[in-house]
């Protein structure tokens, strides 16, 4: 009953920015920690930034000083605002939630990913 559906991925060249989204949608109690993830061939899926239910942050190293992630809770959603984007940052996006569905039960969701590709 509970989805993440994630926007804003595409093309862009290096030195450009881009914003992602991820919004859920379902019967929702409440949303605790909310992050997002990238993942490239032949490698493991690895935590890009994370942002708490109060609003605490952490990011990878690689993407200090360039990317900031915030969230929106009235609309539950996540954003991730990337900018001096590089092609190293060419990967599949994927946003993840800790959720209270139904004022019971509590799992994390995935989203389906979204491809972001940096061209030089």
């Known amino acids: 009953q509970v989805q993440l559906v994630e926007s804003g991925g595409g093309l862009v060249q290096a030195g450009g920015s881009l914003r992602l989204s991820c919004a859920a949608s379902g019967i929702i109690f409440s949303i605790h920690d909310m992050g997002w993830y990238r993942q490239v061939p032949g490698k493991e899926r690895e935590l890009v930034a994370d942002i708490t239910s109060i609003g605490s942050t952490n990011y990878a190293d690689s993407v200090k000083g360039r990317f900031t992630i915030s969230r929106d809770n009235a609309k539950k959603t996540v954003y991730l605002q990337m900018s001096s984007l590089k092609p190293e940052d060419t990967a599949v996006y994927y946003c993840?939630?800790?959720?209270?569905?139904?004022?019971?039960?509590?799992?994390?969701?995935w989203g389906q990913g979204t491809q972001v590709i940096v061209s030089s």
């Open positions: 993840n939630a800790d959720i209270l569905t139904g004022g019971i039960r509590r799992d994390v969701y």
